[in-house]
């Protein structure tokens, strides 16, 4: 029922000259002490957002230092993914009336995966709200220990769905994860809640240094005319990340600099269907206005791709009213581009006002930072530098790596 996904296999020794050598051996001997240990992380999605992107990474970096490290992603009807996606607004404060016919479909569709769930694990990791039921309806037939890994932001939602799943589903975990303390529900009654944001992998074809020709040359097969200046956001169609918003913010900037262009660039996760409606949405606003480039994964955009985008732009924009974390932030600070990034979520970890990118809240405001950076590619370049070292610090995977470890030791 569950479906296996197999990922490549990675070496840790290979993140050691970006990184040094101190958190590898601090890795190796948390490690020591997990040799052999079966740990399963459940998702929605191979592909499309951020868990995906961190699985394909952090699974065969587990295995690499000895872990028996497995990857499973749930099955389901396409209105269970309706249902999760507005779960998943819902706990960011967004209105839903739950009906008895959207927890009939959480449920069945959670209780069909519990029911063909292997029973031989020390650690599951069960991430985000979609498959979140599955310990309920599982139970516990060993010593496993159950952490669920929220990567959103809980910390105000909707009433009626966070009291729908906290007492029967939640509070049942040995552990949740988030990305902020202040991220977790006071309400949730885990043992054990611990933070730590989520990482890039600095060796992925999404996150390799790309020379700026090659950038530009990929990024001119998708009708950017490299001559003139970018703007660029990569993120899933959500509402959430505000793409229309974007646009808007794009127009004021052409206001005072016709030449400029804008990307908005974005995955249709298997998990998102409502994806599909707001890409046609932002279609359709753009209009007949050539300069703004809407492309997917439908255009054969992928990571080498997305690397290009972010490489070739000349300001990154991440204008998300709500956000979890936002990799697509980190790297973009990663390629040495600071970030004009909405003031939400995870986004002012990453963006460090007038360091490392501008946090904004409107479109008014987002222009304004746009054409201040576009107008000074000098103060860009020099907040490029400090992003770049920045993510170096903090959000590279072995740091993501060993923020796990400690968390199985502690709950071995
Ligand atoms: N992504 C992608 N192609 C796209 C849009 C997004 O590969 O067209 C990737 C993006 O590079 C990032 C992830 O999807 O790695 C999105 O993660 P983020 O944390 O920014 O947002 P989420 O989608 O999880 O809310």
Request: glycine share 6%.
């Amino acid at each position: 029922m569950l479906q296996a996904i197999e990922t490549q296999p990675k070496s840790l020794k290979d993140y050691a000259p970006l990184v040094g050598e101190e958190i590898i051996a601090e890795i190796h001997t948390l490690a020591a002490d997990l040799k052999g240990a079966r740990v399963l992380h459940i998702n929605s999605t191979p592909y499309g957002g951020g868990v995906a992107e961190i699985l394909h990474t952090l699974l065969p970096l587990m295995r690499d230092v000895g872990l028996d490290a497995h990857w499973q992603v749930i099955r389901a009807e396409l209105q269970f993914f309706e249902v999760t996606k507005a779960f998943h607004n819902a706990l960011q404060g967004m209105p839903l009336e739950l009906s008895e016919e959207i927890i009939d479909i959480y449920n069945r569709n959670n209780q069909a995966n519990a029911e063909n769930l292997e029973d031989d694990f020390e650690f599951i990791v069960v991430h985000d709200p979609q498959p979140a039921a599955l310990l309920h309806f599982h139970g516990r037939h060993n010593n496993a220990r159950w952490i669920w890994r929220c990567h959103i932001d809980t910390s105000t939602p909707n009433q009626q769905v966070w009291n729908f799943l906290r007492p029967t589903y939640l509070d049942l975990y040995d552990a949740a994860v988030f990305t902020l303390e202040r991220f977790a529900h006071p309400d949730l009654r885990v043992p054990k809640i611990a933070a730590f944001p989520p990482s890039i992998d600095p060796l992925s074809p999404k996150n390799l240094p790309m020379r700026k020709e090659e950038a530009k040359a990929i990024v001119a097969r998708y009708g950017v005319d490299i001559t003139r200046p970018l703007l660029v956001q990569v993120s899933r169609f959500d509402p959430w990340k505000d793409p229309l918003g974007v646009i808007e913010a794009y127009r004021r900037v052409k206001k005072k600099m016709p030449e400029v262009q804008l990307a908005l660039v974005g995955a249709m996760a298997a998990d998102d269907p409502e994806g599909v409606r707001l890409y046609a949405r932002a279609l359709r606003r753009a209009g007949d206005d050539f300069d703004i480039d809407v492309v997917s994964n439908w255009d054969g955009v992928h990571d080498r791709e997305v690397n290009a985008f972010q490489t070739a732009a000349d300001v990154v924009i991440q204008k998300s009213v709500r956000e979890g974390f936002g990799l697509t932030v980190t790297e973009a600070l990663w390629k040495g581009k600071p970030v004009i990034g909405g003031n939400a979520g995870g986004i002012p970890l990453q963006v460090i006002e007038g360091e490392t990118g501008f946090l904004v809240e409107s479109e008014k405001e987002c222009a304004l930072r746009a054409l201040a950076l576009l107008q000074n590619p000098d103060l860009a370049l020099k907040m490029g530098h400090k992003a770049k070292e920045h993510v170096r610090q903090n959000f590279l995977s072995p740091r993501h790596l060993r923020d796990y470890l400690r968390l199985f030791r502690e709950l071995k």
